[in-house]
């Protein structure tokens, strides 16, 4: 089995390791993460991420250690796989469909989520990615909304990768103030979020992304980039993927997630793009109900969770 590797380990900063060896091989490890983990109300959650088994004995036995290692530890409730936090690598695809991966999509190995529910995991949330298949078909209530934002003084401009940290910092104060109620949300450092999201410059140079801003504040954030992995497919170049969209709380704001969609919308058409991928969205997310009507279902994911106490 690939070993971790050392700068993803830094990076995450896990609490333990665990492995299981058999034959001289390590069949199955993972790690688990106690300290500085996200809230959940009535719980002491222990996360379990960095997983990866060969053998379905070989999984049962390192998930039954982390669950008996994170009671120790006084955890409450066993959440995986997550890599620490939802800002990182988490849940798994539990239904793949027939489309193929696009680019930043988690993947895993079909017999996984089996794995987990024997080893007594059951889902505490659901995830999917949709598809728009039609451009050039308006989105309901755009007009009205952008006709309202454009009144109320809201601006869009790309985001400039030429100066990416600067713009980043910007990200994160929407990011922030968007997510801070979503579920299992763990705040993080301006510097952390920055460290994460700075590889993105070569993808960010593709004109996709934008900020949304009220006078000199940001108010709103859509992470869109171009589906690279048709591009190392040699596949015709169609689809370009939502990583994220943020608006700032408020009824001011209502509308804002509609326009900036149009807005990333307008700007692939123009680079011959015809498909939108709406990411990894929470089932409850609003996110789902902005472009409902316009997508079709394209892949499950879940997070699984077991009680310990």
């Known amino acids: 089995m690939t070993p971790l590797d050392a700068g993803l380990l830094r990076r995450d900063a896990p609490d333990d390791r665990l492995e299981r060896v058999e034959g001289g091989e390590v069949a199955a490890r993972c790690s688990l993460w106690w300290v500085r983990v996200p809230e959940l109300a009535g719980e002491r959650l222990g996360a379990i991420g960095h997983f990866a088994a060969g053998t379905e004995s070989a999984a049962l036995a390192v998930l039954e250690e982390a669950c008996r290692a994170l009671r120790a530890r006084g955890c409450t409730l066993a959440i995986g796989p ?15 469909g027939d489309a193929p991966p696009f680019f930043l999509e988690i993947d895993n190995p079909d017999e996984y989520p089996a794995w987990f529910r024997a080893a007594g995991f059951g889902p505490i949330a659901g995830y999917r990615s949709t598809v728009d298949p039609a451009l050039d078909e308006p989105y309901p209530r755009y007009a009205r909304a952008r006709e309202r934002l454009d009144r109320l003084g809201v601006t869009i401009r790309p985001i400039d990768p030429a100066r990416l940290e600067a713009e980043l910092k910007l990200a994160y104060q929407v990011a922030r103030s968007a997510f801070r109620n979503a579920f299992l949300y763990m705040p993080l450092e301006e510097r952390e979020f920055v460290e994460l999201h700075q590889g993105m410059e070569p993808v960010v140079r593709e004109g ?25 497919r040699g596949a015709p170049e169609t689809d370009y993927l939502i990583k994220t969209l943020a608006i700032a709380p408020g009824r001011a704001y209502a509308g804002l997630g509609t326009v900036l969609m149009a807005h990333t919308r307008a700007i692939a058409s123009t680079k011959g793009l015809s498909r939108a991928i709406h990411a990894l969205m929470h089932d409850q997310n609003v996110s789902t109900a902005v472009c409902a009507g316009h997508t079709r279902l394209l892949r499950r994911y879940t997070l699984f969770s077991k009680r310990l106490a």
């Open 82 to 96: 997550m890599d620490g936090n939802t800002w990182r690598r988490y849940r798994l695809l539990t239904e793949r």
């Open 208 to 232: 996709l992304s934008a900020l949304a801003f009220h006078g000199e504040d940001p108010v709103g954030l859509i992470l869109a980039v171009p589906d690279l992995l048709q591009r190392r």
